[in-house]
Antibody
Framework: EVQLVESGGGLIQPGGSLRLSCAAS????????IHWVRQAPGKGLEWVSV???????YYADSVKGRFTISRDNSENTVYVQMNSLRAEDTAVYYC??????WGQGTLVTVSS | DIQMTQSPSSLSASVGDRVTIACRAS??????LAWYQQTPGKAPKRLIY???SLQSGVPSRFSGSGSGTEFTLTISSLQPEDFATYYC?????????FGGGTKVEI
């Protein structure tokens, strides 16, 4: 059974850093597209980033230069390192496999 | 960037109604479009992929159509469990973009 479990969210001060994890089971991350999507409270969905294969990574303009997506094939886990966090990064962050399977999300709150 | 304009942003309907939601892309995206349903506190659920293909396990009252720049999601007979927010997603080119959402209410 395909499963994605996000973790690593929490309360962080503006300017701080956080690393989110997306632990996958039931499939191999190395041969699939894994996306991060976020949803600010009461707002719509916003695509954040994608990773596939070795060097295939893309970012939304709103996070480019601050967020870095990576993966650990041995752990079958995808990460997003989030630096220089801003209040507007506050959201539930979801990871998604090939747009078909989604995790339950992890909440990131950026506030002083 | 490709903009996805979704309409309406909300609608009121009754059980048994036929509901249509539209998404317009700012440039052609072939059929690289999916539709999602989201209920409060839950992750989105894919209903339609490749603009018109029904996701396995999704009731046949849901259907999608369109290609290029104009797309529609139709619910042929609205059921109580269909009251939710619906989003379109274009995955033709980066940055990927969602429509603004349509909240279907009673």
């Amino acid at each position: 059974e395909v499963q994605l479990v996000e973790s690593g969210g929490g309360l962080i001060q503006p300017g701080g850093s956080l690393r989110l994890s997306c632990a996958a089971s039931g499939f191999t991350i190395s041969s699939n597209y894994i996306h991060w999507v976020r949803q600010a409270p009461g707002k719509g969905l916003e695509w954040v980033s994608v990773i596939f294969g070795g060097d295939y990574t893309y970012y939304a303009d709103s996070v480019k230069g601050r967020f870095t997506i990576s993966r650990d094939n041995s752990e079958n886990t995808v990460y997003v390192q989030m630096n220089s966090l801003r209040a507007e990064d506050t959201a539930v962050y979801y990871c998604a496999l090939n747009w078909a399977y989604w995790g339950q999300g992890t909440l990131v709150t950026v506030s002083s | 960037d490709i903009q996805m304009t979704q309409s309406p942003s909300s609608l009121s309907a009754s059980v048994g109604d036929r509901v249509t939601i539209a998404c317009r892309a700012s440039q052609g995206i072939r059929n690289d479009l999916a539709w999602y349903q989201q209920t409060p506190g839950k992750a989105p659920k894919r209903l339609i992929y490749a603009a018109s293909s029904l996701q396995s396990g999704v009731p046949s009252r849901f259907s999608g159509s369109g290609s290029g720049t104009e797309f529609t999601l139709t619910i042929s007979s609205l059921q109580p469990e269909d009251f939710a927010t619906y989003y379109c997603l274009q995955h033709n080119s980066y940055p990927l973009t969602f429509g603004g959402g349509t909240k279907v209410e009673i």
